[in-house]
C-alpha cells in the first residue's frame, strides 16, 4: 500500500529528475537521486532507466538496511544505491542525495583545474568545502568508502572522472546544492578560460 507520504515523495523525486534531465545535468540512464521517509526506509530511481521519463511506479522502496520491498517488477535500484547506503549511514542528518554527471563540473575537474579557492561569494556561501574524491569505479563499496571519508567536510563532493553528489535535510535542498554546484563551475571555468580570475577579496580581519 502507498503511504500518503510515500506518495508525496515520489512526486518530488520525479520532479528533481526532470529538472535534472532538463538543465543537462543527467542524460540517458545516467544519475540518480533517493530520499530517505520518516521511518527510514529508502525511495530511489531505478538503475537503467531514462530519468528524464521516470514515471512514479518507477522508483524502487528500500528498507533501511537496502532491501527492497516495493517496486515494478523488473525494476532494480540505482547501481550507486551502496554509496547511497554509506552516506545515509555515515549522516543521520540526510534525509535526501543527487549524484549526476554535470558537464562543467567534470570539465572543470578533468582539465586540472580545482573549484577551491571560491571565486564566487555563493559557492563559498552554499557549497563551501568541495572535496574531490580519488577515483574509484562506479557503483562499488570502494567508492562509497571514499565518499563516505570525507562527507564531514561539506554536503558536496565531486567523484573524480565520474561525476558529483550532494546530500541534504530534504530533496529540494539536495537538488538546490548540485545546481549551485554546477553554475559555479561552469561561471569558475569560464573565467579561467578568458584569463587569470581574481581571487574572492574577503575581508581576514
Given amino acids: 500500500m502507498i503511504t500518503q507520504e510515500d506518495s508525496g515523495f515520489r512526486s518530488e ?16 540512464a545516467d544519475g540518480n537521486v ?19 521519463f521516470l514515471r512514479e511506479e518507477d522508483l524502487v522502496m528500500l528498507d533501511s538496511e537496502g532491501r527492497i520491498f516495493k517496486g515494478q517488477e523488473g525494476h532494480h535500484p540505482s547501481s550507486e544505491l551502496a554509496m547511497h547506503m554509506a552516506i545515509y549511514r555515515q549522516d543521520p542528518g540526510t534525509m535526501a ?4 554527471h554535470p558537464p562543467w563540473t567534470l570539465a572543470l575537474s578533468l582539465s586540472g583545474y580545482q573549484l577551491l579557492p571560491h571565486l564566487l561569494i555563493e559557492g563559498l556561501m552554499f557549497l563551501g568545502d568541495v572535496s574531490i574524491v580519488p577515483f574509484e ?9 571514499a565518499v563516505v571519508a570525507v562527507s564531514h567536510k561539506g554536503p558536496v563532493q ?34 579561467k578560460m578568458l584569463g587569470e580570475p581574481k581571487s574572492l577579496p574577503l575581508n581576514s580581519a
Fill in 13 to 28: 523525486v520525479i520532479k528533481v529528475c526532470r529538472q535534472l534531465y532538463n538543465k543537462g545535468l543527467i542524460a540517458a
Fill in 34 to 52: 533517493s530520499v530517505r521517509l520518516s521511518g527510514g526506509d529508502i525511495l530511489i530511481t531505478p538503475g537503467g532507466v531514462h530519468k528524464g
Fill in 97 to 100: 542525495i543527487v549524484h549526476t
Fill in 137 to 145: 569505479m562506479p557503483g562499488t563499496k570502494a567508492l562509497a568508502r
Fill in 158 to 191: 565531486i567523484l573524480a572522472h565520474h561525476g558529483a553528489v550532494t546530500r541534504g535535510p530534504t530533496l529540494w535542498k539536495a537538488f538546490e546544492l548540485m545546481e549551485c554546484l554546477e553554475h559555479t563551475c561552469r561561471i569558475t571555468a569560464l573565467a
